[in-house]
């Protein structure tokens, strides 16, 4: 099992920059697919960014492309997300998620087994 803390959400001006961060716990880290998701108000969850066990695999939406850097350690059973020339659209709780590798990044929130509590992003212009 693992349980996921993210941290690092704020206020932040448009075009600033913010980075997230996901704490795991549990020692099979290491061999889940890590994921970045993000729920804006009265819209559904959504993925942003995905990076596979090793970290060398790494997708990302194209809403988000370009700007964002999701990255792990797995040492330190972290996760990370490098959030630049943030928008007002980018305004949501983003949450890290943690599943299995199912032979393809799946972008389906279902996928996901372990869910952190979720971290407020607002983008003010």
């Known amino acids: 099992q693992v349980q996921l803390v993210e941290s690092g959400g704020g206020l932040v001006q448009v075009g600033g920059s913010l980075r997230l961060s996901c704490a795991a716990s549990?020692?099979?880290?290491?061999?889940?697919?890590m994921g970045w998701f993000r729920q804006a108000p009265g819209k559904e969850r959504r993925w942003i960014a995905i990076?596979?066990?090793?970290?060398?695999?790494?997708v990302y939406a194209d809403s988000v492309k370009g700007r964002f850097t999701i990255a792990r350690d797995n040492a330190k059973n972290t996760v990370d997300l490098q959030m630049n020339n943030l928008k007002p659209e980018d305004t949501a709780v983003y949450y890290c998620?943690?599943?299995?590798?199912?032979?393809?990044?799946?972008?389906?929130?279902?996928?996901?087994?372990?869910w952190g509590q979720g971290t407020q992003v607002t983008v003010s212009s």
């Open positions: 549990g020692r099979t880290f290491s061999t889940y697919v």
């Open positions: 998620a943690a599943g299995p590798w199912l032979g393809y990044y799946s972008q389906d929130s279902g996928s996901y087994d372990y």
């Open positions: 990076i596979g066990w090793s970290g060398g695999s790494k």
